[in-house]
């Protein structure tokens, strides 16, 4: 079964083909990021119109890329929410009109399952049950998962999400938006033992997470010393990055020892981060334990990864009404459990 899928959340539009689940045909993302930079965080109106300016041509490009004849889609799948509103009515508006225009059904999806599903993509089988980790720009949250769609919340961030720590640090650093990617290189360069900032548990048996105060460590060490040259930089990078892994990867093993699971995956934008793969794999290698995680292109927003979930919730006969609606909030998947 061949899936037209769209992504506009948040700033970047994307498009793809997905055959069963899996097999990614195309996948087109063209990002914002050049627009809202400058205004340092995105700026929803903006979002919303660049939207309508990529749409048509992405999801052309993806049907392109695919090889395919539009009449060869047998569904259309796209994000409902969270996000962005006037964003997410953009792909959702244009899904539910080409796939009435085409007389296909179309599924609307959460962009967090999508996240989820993102470990199916491709040659990556993994086993049920599994523990994920979610590290993205909104979210960091752990799940215990037995099925395609089954997820019970194991525990979730009381404050900022790391993604949204990244980018305030960055912004204070003066390093723009989004901040993910380039402190991930300066830290290359940088000691990892230079500066002690706190390594926030909260409680080292439990699995919920906080990083703000993290974050305004970052912003003391600041105050104390301002202006660092670009050594200083650097290990403020490295520095903030270690406490950020160490904790991650503390919470997601450690879960799956509770769990007494061997399998666990890191998903969602910041699973792009390379200390943090790096430091879940190796202590994944250690307790024999089979670490998995999207490639890089599908660790931020795409829209490969709507169509490997739109895949099961449109065998579930999930497909959307005429008159449904988008969702701004983190609206959680109906048959995920809560601890
Ligand atoms: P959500 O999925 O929670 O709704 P989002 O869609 O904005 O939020 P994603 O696109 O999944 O989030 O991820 C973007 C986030 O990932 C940004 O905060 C960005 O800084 C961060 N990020 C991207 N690459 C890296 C990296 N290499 N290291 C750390 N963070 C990264
Ligand atoms: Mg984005
Ligand atoms: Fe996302």
């Not at 400058?38 to 392109?64: D, F, N």
């Not at 099925?147 to 305030?168: I, N």
């Not at 990083?211 to 003391?220: I, T």
């Not at 930089?233 to 450690?254: G, N, P, R, W």
């Amino acid at each position: 079964m061949k899936i037209l899928a769209i992504e506009s959340s948040c700033d970047e539009t994307a498009a793809a083909v997905v055959e069963d689940g899996t097999r990614v045909l195309s996948s087109i993302v063209a990002s914002q990021v050049d627009v809202h930079h400058v205004y340092g965080g995105v700026v929803p109106e903006l979002a919303s119109r660049k939207h309508i300016e990529a749409i048509v041509p992405v999801v052309q490009e993806a049907i392109e890329a695919a090889g395919i004849d539009r009449s060869e889609i047998d569904a259309v799948a796209v994000t409902q929410g969270p996000g962005l509103v006037g964003a997410l009515l953009v792909g959702f508006s244009y899904a539910k009109a080409y796939a009435w225009g085409l007389g296909i059904p179309c599924v609307g999806v959460n962009h967090l399952e999508g996240h989820m599903s993102s470990i199916f993509l491709g040659d990556n089988p993994l086993e049920f049950p599994y523990v994920a980790l979610l590290v993205s720009g909104g979210h960091t949250s752990l799940y215990y998962v037995t099925g395609p769609t089954d997820y019970e919340l194991m525990g979730q961030t009381r404050d900022d999400a790391v993604g949204e720590a990244y980018d305030k640090v960055s912004k204070m650093l003066g390093l723009g938006y989004p901040g993910g990617v380039v402190i991930d290189r300066l830290a290359q360069k940088g000691d990892p033992k230079a500066i002690a900032f706190p390594r926030p548990y909260l409680d080292k048996k439990a699995f919920d997470f906080s990083f703000s105060g993290l974050k305004s460590a970052v912003g003391r060490h600041l105050k104390d010393h301002p202006e660092p040259d670009e050594t200083r930089l650097h290990d403020i990078a490295a520095s903030f990055q270690e406490s950020v892994a160490v904790v991650l990867c503390h919470k997601l093993t450690y879960a799956a020892q509770v769990k007494k699971c061997r399998h666990i995956a890191v998903v969602g934008g910041v699973a792009a981060n390379s200390r943090v793969r790096a430091m879940v794999a190796e202590v994944a290698k250690k307790r024999n334990l089979s670490f998995h995680t999207p490639e890089l292109k599908y660790c931020g927003d795409n829209a490969a990864m709507i169509g490997a979930i739109g895949y099961h919730r449109l065998r579930e006969g999930k497909t959307l009404k005429v008159n449904d609606d988008t969702y701004s909030r983190a609206k959680l998947p109906s048959n995920t459990k809560h601890k």
